[in-house]
């Protein structure tokens, strides 16, 4: 495996992201990570990544000189090239200008970091303040940029190099190749790592832990994650995994007989229903407040689920789909973001019910999880589908949940689950829903006035749900939802479209 220490760069995901698709194993680790800890990974190498540091400051983040010294070749990558310049004795200094964007490299030796660049200048990409002024014997400059006289250096044994410019970047465009030629060509990596390969790794560590009398519960959502996680423990284990799916009524239409389709049809896991629709529901009466509405939502869902699983019997380990960009927020040096929603997730659940763990899929991203579910037989249907949030429609419908406002937003929203469907627009948009607005306006429908409720649609282009932008969708194609949202539900007599970005807006409207 590859080895990512994290000095705090926005970028150090990225960096795994590119050492994986060299199909190389990467993981992510804060900079501090203990030595003994190091090498009980057994890196064939290590990426120190960049950072928002100044090599100035008092305290700047750094690294143990022993984790340098381990064995294997190291690349550090803007902050991280500074570390290793500093380990060696190197004087940096703040750069006469500081470089933030384009930057033309040239290449003044031929290091196997560079092997198949063709041109001896390349378009690179900069972000740095700081830059080594002056290097120590050990190291010597194999590219320059006209602002950095070292913009690339190695150490006289080979085993150390350090980069100014970001190859981790779609701005730079050999950045892939560089980064490749580290992984592979430098250390040695096979670049055999394969999806159904770890799917196998996964399938005999879940079949070591659990026991032949223990049991796996699982809460599905209908999300891409859990249904991924509950295939793979299923595959792993068979009946000793029990699945529960909460019907909260807050579910978008065709959902659980999707769920009911996709589970006990297609992968033959059983699946225990919960139709809680009467429990949420009456203790989300009277709420309007966005957040409180979350909190009810999930200790309502934590109640019904332990309800299920006592009915189940005991059970020692709880399963999860937790992605890996949960767990690096979690150990990231920079610590968890600043809550802007209260996430509906079942993150009390395996305290209440003193359950251990099982997280087949926390080294996976989005994307791999999809990989991986393909892997395992799901279908499209399961594994393409776009994210929904756990409180449901319940943060669709501005103000108070009510079973009436329900049944609306829900027709109205089959319309655009069925255009966007027909039209083939799924894979462009990340998300596209309706939301009902707790309001009325006045129409003429016939000869008569109407009073009646506003849908907004919403539709979305994102990569990863952080920031978005809201879909630039076919005039023609917005008139046709429109228009049948109109007519074919009753109660709704205007349409309105959101064109608002992530931020400020967020996607959902609570
Ligand atoms: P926002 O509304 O914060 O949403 O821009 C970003 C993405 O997260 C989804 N979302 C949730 N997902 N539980 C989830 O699993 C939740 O409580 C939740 N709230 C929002 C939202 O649909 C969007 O894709």
């Known amino acids: 495996m590859i080895l990512i220490l994290d000095f705090g760069s926005q970028y150090t995901q990225l960096i795994a992201r590119r050492v994986r698709e060299a199909r190389a194993y990467s993981e992510i680790h804060p900079y501090h990570l203990p030595v003994e800890k190091i090498r009980a990974l057994q890196p064939r190498g290590i990426i120190l990544s960049g950072g928002p540091a100044s090599l100035y400051e008092t305290g700047a983040p750094d690294i143990a000189d022993e984790a340098l010294g381990l064995g294997c070749p190291v690349l550090g990558i803007c902050y991280g090239m500074y570390v290793i310049a500093r380990h060696l004795g190197a004087h940096s200094a703040g750069a006469a200008a500081r470089e933030y ?18 041109a001896r200048e390349q378009r690179v990409w900069m972000s740095h303040g700081d830059r080594v002024e002056r290097i120590p014997a050990e190291l010597c400059p194999i590219a320059h940029t006209d602002n950095s006289p070292y913009a690339a250096v190695r150490s006289r044994d080979g085993r150390l190099r350090g980069i100014q410019f970001h ?17 592979l060509g430098i250390c040695g990596e096979a670049g055999d790592w394969t999806m159904a390969g770890f799917v196998e790794t996964k399938l005999a560590e879940i079949r070591n832990r659990v026991g032949p009398r223990d049991r796996v519960l699982m809460a599905l959502s209908g999300g891409v994650d859990s249904s991924v996680a509950a295939a793979l423990i299923h595959r792993a284990i068979g009946d000793r995994l029990r699945c529960v799916f909460v019907d909260t009524g807050l579910l978008r239409a065709g959902e659980r007989a999707r769920m009911e389709r996709t589970f006990a049809g297609e992968l033959g896991i059983p699946l225990r229903i919960a139709d809680a629709a009467d429990l949420f529901l009456e203790r989300l009466a009277g709420v309007l407040d966005p957040e409180q509405k979350r909190r009810i939502i999930g200790h309502a869902f934590i109640d019904v689920f332990e309800r299920e699983a006592a009915a189940i019997g005991g059970a020692r380990f709880l399963g999860q789909g937790t992605l890996y960009p949960d767990v690096i927020e979690s150990v990231s040096f920079k610590g968890p973001s600043a809550t802007i929603k209260s996430h509906h997730n079942v993150g009390g659940l395996p305290e209440r019910m003193r359950l251990e763990l099982i997280e087949p899929l926390r080294e996976l991203f989005k994307d791999e999880v999809r990989a991986a579910g393909r892997e395992l037989g799901l279908g499209s249907d399961a594994v393409d589908r776009e994210p929904f949030p756990g409180p449901g429609l319940a943060v669709r419908i501005v103000g108070e949940v009510t079973r009436e406002r329900l049944e609306l937003l829900r027709r109205a929203d089959a319309i655009v689950i069925e255009e966007i469907a027909a039209a083939g627009l799924g894979r462009r948009l990340w998300q596209a829903f309706g939301v009902l607005l707790p309001l009325k306006t006045v129409g003429v429908m016939g ?7 506003v849908i907004a649609l919403r539709a979305v282009e994102s990569q990863d749900g952080m920031t978005a932008d809201w879909a630039r969708l076919d005039p023609d194609f917005l008139a046709r939802l429109s228009s049948r949202i109109t007519n074919e539900t009753r109660g709704v007599n205007r349409v309105v479209y959101d064109i608002t970005s992530k931020p400020p807006a967020t996607i959902e409207w609570e």
């Not at 490299?105 to 063709?118: H, Q, R, S």
């Open 101 to 118: 964007g384009p930057a033309t490299l040239t290449i003044d030796e031929n290091d196997p970091l560079f092997a198949g660049l063709e």
């Open 167 to 183: 190859p981790e970047v779609a701005h730079t465009p050999n950045g892939a190749q560089i980064l490749r030629n580290f992984v």
């Open 447 to 453: 000869d008569g006035r109407s009073y009646e409720s």
